[in-house]
C-alpha cells in the first residue's frame, strides 16, 4: 500500500468507544420527542453525522425534534461520559507508527470540538491531537458529505487524493471516498455495519494492529 501524506482520524468509534454510550442517550432523546428508534437502529442509520444532520433527517420524516435539541444534545455529554471513556482497543499503536513513520495526521468529527475535548481528554489521548481537531462545525454540510475531510486536508496542506481517512462509520466512509480519499473503514466493533461500510467504498479491517501495515508504515 502507498505511505500516505496525510492520517485523518475519525474520532467516535476510531480513537474512543463512545458510540454505545452516545447512542443509548440519543435512543432515549428521540423517543422522549416522539420519534420510535432502536439502539441498533440508531447504530446503523445515523452513526456518523453530526447532530444537526440527524435532526434535519427525523424533521424530514415528520418529527419535530425541537430548535433547542441539538444544543440539549451537547449540554448532556459530560453527563453521558462522566463514568469515563475507553480507547479503541489497539489505536495508540497505530498513533505510534504513524508518528515513528512522521507522517501528518489530525481528527475530522462530526463531533464539535469541545465534545473532542471531553472525550480524548478523559482517555489521555489529547496530548496527541492539539491543534489538529477538525469538526463539522466548521464546515457547511457534515458526513455524509465531502466537505470536513477536504476542510482538514487543505488545513494541513495536503491533496485529497494523498490522504487516507480512518472511520467507523458508513456515513464517514461515505464522506472520505466523496472526497477522493481512501478510507479504512474500522468494524471491529459488533454492531458495525459491513456490507454498508462495504458499499460505500471502505477497505475493512477488524483490528487496529492490522492498520498501520494497511497504510503502509509497518
Not at 66 to 88: C, H, K, L, N, S
Not at 110 to 134: C, D, P, R, W
Request: hydrophobic share 45%.
Amino acid at each position: 500500500m502507498t505511505r500516505p501524506d496525510l492520517v485523518i482520524f475519525d474520532c467516535d468509534g476510531v480513537l474512543v468507544d463512545t458510540e454505545t454510550l452516545a447512542n443509548r442517550h440519543l435512543v432515549k432523546m428521540l423517543n422522549a420527542s416522539g420519534y420510535g428508534i432502536t439502539f441498533e437502529q440508531a447504530r446503523k442509520n445515523l452513526c456518523g453525522m453530526p447532530m444537526r444532520a440527524v435532526k434535519e433527517k427525523v424533521e424530514a420524516e415528520g418529527h419535530r425534534l425541537g430548535e433547542d435539541f441539538v444544543d440539549r444534545w451537547y449540554q448532556a455529554i459530560p453527563i453521558i461520559f462522566e463514568g469515563g471513556v475507553e480507547t479503541i482497543p489497539h489505536i495508540e499503536t497505530v498513533i505510534s507508527a504513524v508518528k515513528r513513520a512522521d507522517v501528518p495526521y489530525c481528527v475530522a468529527s462530526s463531533a464539535n470540538v469541545e465534545k473532542m475535548h471531553i472525550t480524548l481528554g478523559k482517555t489521555g489521548l489529547i496530548a496527541h491531537f492539539e491543534g489538529v481537531l477538525y469538526s463539522a462545525s466548521m464546515v457547511p454540510r457534515g458526513k455524509p458529505f465531502p466537505d470536513l475531510f477536504l476542510h482538514a486536508a487543505r488545513e494541513m496542506g495536503v491533496e485529497p487524493a494523498q490522504a487516507v481517512v480512518i472511520e467507523d462509520s458508513v456515513a464517514g466512509t461515505t464522506a472520505g471516498t466523496a472526497a477522493g480519499m481512501r478510507v479504512f473503514s474500522y468494524c471491529g466493533d459488533e454492531h458495525a455495519d459491513h456490507e454498508g461500510l462495504a458499499a460505500a467504498g471502505g477497505i475493512l479491517f477488524d483490528d487496529m494492529r492490522k492498520l498501520p501495515a494497511l497504510l503502509g508504515i509497518a
